[in-house]
C-alpha cells in the first residue's frame, strides 16, 4: 500500500486488498486524516473493487466519484463520522477529576458503558434506583478507593497466627464471646452495601468500585475473628435474639441514605471505638494485631458512608430530618429488645480488667464505662459533621441501638 500526498488530494494504492479482508479498515484511517470535503484517490486491483467502494461510500456518508484508467476512483470526504460513532453521545468523562466528568443525572442507556465511552443510541434502558449524582456520590472516593486497593491485606501472611502466648480459660472464652459478636456484626456489614451495588447506576464507578472493595475488607473480616475464635479449638460463644434484632433492621432498611447513614456512620462510627478499646485491652498479641488492621478497614467505611452524605445533604437538606426520624424509628422498634449482649459486656469487662482480682474488676468496669462515653462522644461528632446542632446530635447518639452496632 502506497499513499502519495498530491495537494489538495492524496492517493492510496491496496495493491490486491479487497473489502471481503480488510479494504474498509484502511480507508477510514486514511479518510479520517482528510479535512471534509478532501479529496482521496483509489488505486486498487482486486476484482469488483470500485463496485464494493461505491456502496460502502454510500453507507458511510461519503461522496464517490468515477476514476480513470489510473485511478478507481475518488472518494470526496463526507461530514459525518463513520458508522456507529455518528450517532453517539459521550458518557462523561473517564477522570473523575475533570469537569463534569461525573454527570449528575447520567440516562438509563448509558447502562454498563465505560464511563467516557461513545455511547451508540437506541440501546437498552437500564433502570437504577440510584441514578442520581447526589445519591451516592462522594468527593473522597475516588481516593478512599485507591487508599482501599493498596492497604489490603492477606489474612494468611499479615498476622502472625503462631504467636504464643498463654491466656486463662476464663479470658480466652471472653475473647472467643467477643470475636462471636464481631462476627455477626460483620455479616451485617457485608450484605447490607452489597444490597445497593446492583442499584447503582455504573456511570458512578468509583462508588461501586469501592463498595465492593468494602464488602471484601468484611470478608477478610470475618475470616480472622472466625479463625481467632476457633483458635484453641473452643466452640463459639452466644447470638443473642437482641443483637440479630438489632443487626436486622439494617438490612431491612431499603433507602440507601439511611442504610449507610445507621450503618457505617453510626454502626461502623461506634465500631471504631468498640476496636481500639480491644486494640488497646485485648489479652493476647494476635488479637490487638486482627484489631489493628480490621480498624484501618472500618475507617474508610465510615469515611465514604459520613462523605456520601454530605455530599447529599449540601443539596437536601430536608435529608437531616430524615435521617434523624430514621434513629428515631429504629430506637422505637428497638426499644423492647435487651440491648447489648449481656456475654459481651461482661467479656468486655473482663478482658479489660485482664484478672479476677477485685480492684482490676473494677478498672475493667470503668474502662468499659468510658468506653462507652467515648462511643457517645464519637457518635455525636459525627452528626455534627452532618449539620446536627450539638444538642440534637447528643440526643439522638442517645437513641443509638445499644448493640453498638
Ligand atoms: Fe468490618
Ligand atoms: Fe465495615
Redesign the pocket.
Known amino acids: 500500500m502506497t499513499i502519495t500526498e498530491t495537494s489538495p488530494s492524496r492517493i492510496i494504492d491496496f495493491e490486491d486488498l479487497s473489502f471481503t479482508s480488510g479494504a474498509h479498515l484502511l480507508l477510514k484511517r486514511v479518510l479520517r486524516e482528510l479535512p471534509v470535503g478532501g479529496r482521496l484517490g483509489v488505486r486498487a486491483v482486486a476484482q469488483d473493487f470500485a463496485v464494493h467502494l461505491r456502496g460502502w461510500c454510500r453507507a458511510q456518508g461519503h461522496k464517490y466519484l468515477d476514476g480513470d484508467d489510473q485511478i478507481v476512483a475518488w472518494i470526496v470526504r463526507g461530514s459525518a463520522t463513520d458508522g456507529r460513532w455518528r450517532q453517539t453521545e459521550r458518557a462523561g468523562w473517564s477522570d473523575a477529576r475533570e469537569k463534569d466528568s461525573v454527570r449528575t443525572a447520567p440516562p438509563a442507556n448509558w447502562g454498563f458503558a465505560a464511563r467516557g465511552a461513545a455511547v451508540e443510541a437506541g440501546g437498552p434502558a437500564f433502570h437504577y434506583s440510584l441514578q442520581m449524582k447526589d445519591q451516592v456520590w462522594a468527593e473522597i472516593a475516588p481516593k478512599l478507593y485507591a487508599q482501599a486497593v493498596t492497604s489490603q491485606w492477606n489474612p494468611q501472611t499479615a498476622i502472625n497466627w503462631e504467636a504464643s502466648f498463654v491466656l486463662d480459660e476464663d479470658v480466652e472464652q471472653a475473647v472467643v464471646q467477643v470475636m462471636t459478636y ?1 462476627i455477626e ?2 455479616n451485617a ?2 450484605q447490607v452495601p452489597a444490597r445497593f451495588i446492583a442499584q447503582i447506576h455504573p456511570h458512578f464507578r468509583e462508588i461501586l468500585q469501592l463498595l465492593a472493595i468494602q464488602i471484601a ?2 470478608a477478610r ?2 475470616e480472622v475473628f472466625t479463625r481467632r475464635a476457633a483458635l484453641r479449638g473452643r466452640e463459639l460463644g452466644l447470638s443473642t435474639v437482641s443483637g440479630q434484632q438489632s443487626l436486622k433492621t439494617l438490612l431491612d432498611e431499603p433507602d440507601f441514605a439511611l442504610s449507610s447513614f445507621m450503618l457505617s456512620v453510626l454502626g ?1 462510627g461506634t ?1 471504631l471505638n468498640l476496636l481500639w478499646f480491644l486494640e488497646q485491652h485485648a489479652p493476647d498479641p494476635l488479637t490487638r494485631e486482627i484489631v489493628r488492621l ?1 480498624v484501618q ?2 475507617a474508610r ?1 465510615v469515611a465514604f458512608g459520613v462523605g456520601h452524605l454530605q455530599y447529599q445533604l449540601a443539596t437536601d437538606a430536608a435529608l437531616r430530618d430524615r435521617l434523624a426520624l430514621a434513629i428515631t424509628r429504629r430506637h422505637e422498634a428497638l426499644s423492647q429488645t435487651a440491648g447489648l449482649n449481656e456475654e459481651v459486656f461482661d467479656a468486655l469487662i473482663l478482658l479489660a480488667a485482664g484478672s479476677w482480682q477485685p480492684k482490676d474488676l473494677a478498672a475493667g468496669y470503668t474502662r468499659v464505662q468510658t468506653l462507652k462515653n467515648e462511643m457517645h462522644a464519637g457518635r455525636k461528632a459525627r452528626l455534627e459533621k452532618l449539620g446536627f446542632n450539638e444538642a440534637e446530635a447528643a440526643e439522638l447518639s442517645g437513641l443509638h441501638t445499644r448493640n453498638f452496632m
Do not use: G, I, T, Y
Request: charged residues 40%.
Open positions: 464481631l456484626n460483620e456489614a457485608l475488607d468484611e473480616h470475618v461502623e465500631f480490621v478497614d472500618e467505611h
